[in-house]
């Protein structure tokens, strides 16, 4: 076989192996986007100190993960 064929070979097989491709879904569709974000999250990966449906305290951690972030504020420290 020479190189030419074997190089198209490799090809056709690459490009029929893409079309195979399955969802990469969990199976679950539980997330919803039609609330605002700070009245959903009941999980356990919520950061202490929010209060689920209050914004302030929503906005209150976004700036705070913000600042933890700026390396302005974390070398001044």
Same mark, same amino acid.
């Given at each position: ?12 097989? $690459?490009?029929?192996?893409?079309? %195979?491709? /399955? +969802? ?22 919520? $950061?202490?100190?929010?209060?689920? %449906?209050? /914004? +302030? ?21």
């Amino acid at each position: 076989m020479t190189k030419a064929r074997l190089s198209i070979l490799l090809c056709a097989a $690459a490009m029929v192996t893409a079309c %195979g491709e /399955r +969802a990469q879904t969990t199976g679950e569709e539980s997330v919803t986007y039609d609330v605002p974000s700070w009245q959903g999250a009941e999980n356990r990966y919520v $950061a202490p100190g929010w209060q689920q %449906g209050d /914004r +302030a305290s929503w906005e209150k951690q976004l700036r705070r993960r913000t600042q933890s972030q700026n390396e302005h504020v974390r070398i001044s420290h």
